[in-house]
């Protein structure tokens, strides 16, 4: 069975940094490319990070690039998120999704709050 | 940036009414497209990938079309456990961009 879970998310303070991994398990993970979505919850998806199968192409929203880093250990079956210079704008649940995005994770919430 | 425009923002309807949905890109993604279901507090559930193609497992009445700019995703027949936020997303150009989502309420 196909699975993604999330963690690492919490509260932090503005200017600060928090990684996000997400442990798959069920599938090949070193096949698929891995995506980052956010949503502020009562509001819309918004598509934050993509990453190829070996982890050498990279893309990002201009919302966060600069500031996050998506990396990931295939021999671990473990996707990274880096997320540096956080403002309240980045609150949001976070989830990771495979390939063309047909699984997802739950999601964990990231709340930057002073 | 490539905007996703879904029409309408959010749709009321009854058990067993059909609805249609709408997606628009700034710009033509040709079949880069997918439609996906959330339910409040779930994360998002693809239905349909490449424009037109279903998911394993996703029921009949859902019908997706389009290509280029203009997409829809039609269901028949609601069912109870069809209300839910439904979003498309672009893949052809980075970055990806969702619309801002269809919410479909129960009349």
């Known amino acids: 069975e196909v699975q993604l879970v999330e963690s690492g998310g919490g509260l932090v303070q503005p200017g600060g940094s928090l990684r996000l991994s997400c442990a798959a398990s069920g599938f090949p993970f070193s096949a698929y490319w891995m995506h980052w979505v956010r949503q502020v919850p009562g509001k819309e998806l918004v598509w934050v990070s993509r990453?190829?199968?070996?982890?050498?192409?990279?893309n990002y929203a201009d919302s966060v690039k600069g500031r996050f880093t998506v990396s990931r250990d295939n021999a671990k079956n473990t996707l990274y998120l880096q997320m540096n210079s956080l403002t309240a704008d980045d609150t949001a649940v976070y989830y990771c999704?495979?390939?063309?995005?047909?699984?997802w994770g739950p999601g964990t919430l990231v709340t930057v709050s002073s | 940036d490539i905007q996703m425009t879904q029409s309408p923002s959010s749709l009321s309807a009854s058990v067993g009414d059909t609805v249609t949905i709408s997606c628009r890109a700034s710009l033509g993604v040709g079949s880069d497209l997918g439609w996906f279901q959330q339910k409040p507090g779930k994360a998002p559930k693809r239905l349909i990938y490449?424009?037109?193609i279903f998911q394993s497992g996703v029921p009949s009445r859902f019908t997706a079309s389009g290509s280029g700019t203009e997409f829809t995703l039609t269901i028949s027949s609601l069912q109870p456990e069809d209300f839910a936020t439904y979003y498309c997303l672009q893949h052809n150009n980075y970055p990806y961009t969702f619309g801002q989502g269809t919410k479909l309420e129960i009349k």
């Open positions: 990453i190829n199968s070996d982890g050498t192409t990279t």
């Open positions: 999704a495979r390939g063309l995005w047909d699984y």
């Open positions: 490449a424009a037109s």
